[in-house]
């Protein structure tokens, strides 16, 4: 049976892929995302768009992020490193 649920075996390309697709609707200016970019501040994305783009991250990759490690999280890359623990975290339950 096949999900859109990530595995342990992604890769940080594949999760950084993922998260572009998934911040599309959210990118109302339309920037090239990188993983330097700042979710928050290059987006100008208020903190309820970043609330509602995490509840797309959860359930795509079928993780929780706690909200101390999110308060910490600010680029792309720092997103991509968070999404992977949790999937390795999962994968250990």
């Not at 993983?35 to 994305?45: K, Q, V, Y």
């Amino acid at each position: 049976m096949s999900t859109s649920k990530e595995t342990a075996s992604t890769t940080n390309a594949d999760i950084f892929s993922g998260l572009c697709k998934l911040l599309m609707p959210f990118n109302y200016s339309g920037i090239e995302l990188k993983p330097e970019t700042d979710i928050s501040a290059d987006l100008s994305i208020d903190s309820v768009t970043v609330m509602d783009f995490v509840m797309e991250v959860e359930d795509h990759f079928d993780i929780e992020i706690p909200l101390n490690v999110l308060s910490e999280t600010r680029t792309m890359n720092d997103l991509v490193k968070v999404v992977e623990a949790a999937v390795q975290r999962r994968e250990l339950v």
